[in-house]
């Protein structure tokens, strides 16, 4: 994990667009296309926190499992993932703010349908107050989703991921 | 011996870094028997928590052996449960489930799931936390989590004790009345224990033997005390006994007359 970790940090700072005609080369599709793109922007962040939350874990925790002589699975299930949870969950809220990042970028590259579309579509209208508009929604779901993913990371850590 | 329960021959420590190993541990032997009340005191960086880690099993041992019941120890395991200074209870289970989780996994085979529930049940009462059953670690104040680790090292049903400072992050007050239900719970169950400690008062009021140690690097058994008080001791009436008093006064000489720390015996 360790010696993939400067991969991870070269991946995460190719800015989502720059997936797009890759992407769609590969799938000769929008709808596949725009999905991998998203995919490829969320994954970073929730690979390189679950890393961190792994790393992380105390020892104290560690002998507890040594103590009680816990297998591999138990370790794995009754630890480490609960453990790595506050950091998974910081993972996911980056990860699904990046995600609807790319899901509006890619909709007005790829057009047809979205807001994204929606915002390309009202610009090549000229009816500015309806761009407006949609910035003002596109903010408030983001941070909706946001509030979402923190709120089932409370909810599923018991509390001991910040919200 | 043939007689003692655990026995500690001969162990040595080292830490190798890189090239260079310091020896932290020198030439140490101990023989404890069954229900016997040990405590372990030394100034900080004597190596008294990497012995206890070696009698866990959780250090892996450079010379010498440890043997419990004529097996020798080097691995971690129930049978020699740890109560560690900062509690380490599991902060997204609540106590019971903390508690449940060595019951069901050192008696799986063993015990039914009812019976499993009665026992967590029994070792919470043990430790006056039923009240607490359902609430988080971080709901409940520093001692009633160590009450908890106390119960969940107890469930384990352990040949031997290990408490690692176990008062140390506690009050004053919390900390008397903790070693108090230490103190009924030895007398009801027997167990045998082994306590690293640095606190003088708590090492007389609650052992059978101490064990002084040398200060490190390649520390080493100094002196051990036997302490003669009968059982039960109640904290009040022992404040003035002489034989309390001429223990705690032996200790304080090892520890601030022939063993100064380090750091003091620079100034």
Known sequence: MRGLDPLFQVLRTVPPLAWLPLSLAAFRDGQPSAIFVIFITAIWPIIINTAVGIRNIPTDYRNVAAVLRLNQLEFFWKIMIPA??????????????????AIVAAEMLIGGVGIGFF???????????????????????????DRLVAGIGHHATRGTATS | MASSFLS????????????????????????IVRGEYVSIIGHSGCGKSTLLNLIA?????????????NKEVNEPGPDRA???????????????????????????????????????????????????????????????????????????????????????ALDALTR??????VMQIHARLGNTVIMITHDVDEAVLLSDRIVMMTNGPSATIGEILDVPLP?????????????????????????????????????
Not at chain 2, 57 to 64: A, E, F, S, W
Not at chain 2, 176 to 181: E, F, G, K, N, P
């Open chain 1, 119 to 145: 915002i390309w579509d009202a610009w090549n209208s000229s009816r500015i107050s309806e761009i407006i508009l949609a910035l003002i929604y596109v903010g408030l779901i983001g941070f909706m989703l």
């Open chain 2, 176 to 181: 008397a009345h903790l070693q108090d239900s």
């Open chain 2, 57 to 69: 099993g959780l250090t892996k041992i450079t010379t010498g052996g440890i043997i419990l019941e």
């Open chain 2, 231 to 267: 059982r039960p001791r109640k904290r009040l009436e022992l404040s003035s006994d002489p034989t309390y008093l001429r223990s705690r006064e032996a200790v304080m000489r090892f520890l601030y007359e022939r063993h100064r720390a380090p750091a003091l015996q620079a100034a």
């Open chain 1, 84 to 101: 790595a949870a506050p950091y998974i969950f910081t993972g996911l809220r980056i990860g699904i703010g990046l995600s609807w990042l």
């Open chain 2, 82 to 168: 740890v109560v560690f200074q900062n509690h380490s209870l599991l902060p997204w289970l609540t106590t019971y489930q903390n508690v449940k989780l060595a019951v069901d996994k050192v008696f799986s085979q063993l015990k039914s799931r009812a019976e499993r529930h009665a026992w967590t049940m029994h070792n919470l009462e043990l430790v006056q936390m039923v009240h607490a059953k359902d609430k988080l670690p971080a709901e409940i104040s520093g001692g009633m989590k160590q009450r908890v680790g106390i119960a969940r090292a107890l469930a384990m049903e352990p040949k031997v004790l290990l408490l690692d400072e176990p008062f140390g």
């Open chain 2, 8 to 31: 500690i021959e001969h162990v040595s420590k080292s830490f190798a870094r890189g090239q260079s190993a310091t020896q932290v541990l020198r030439d140490i032997n101990l023989s």
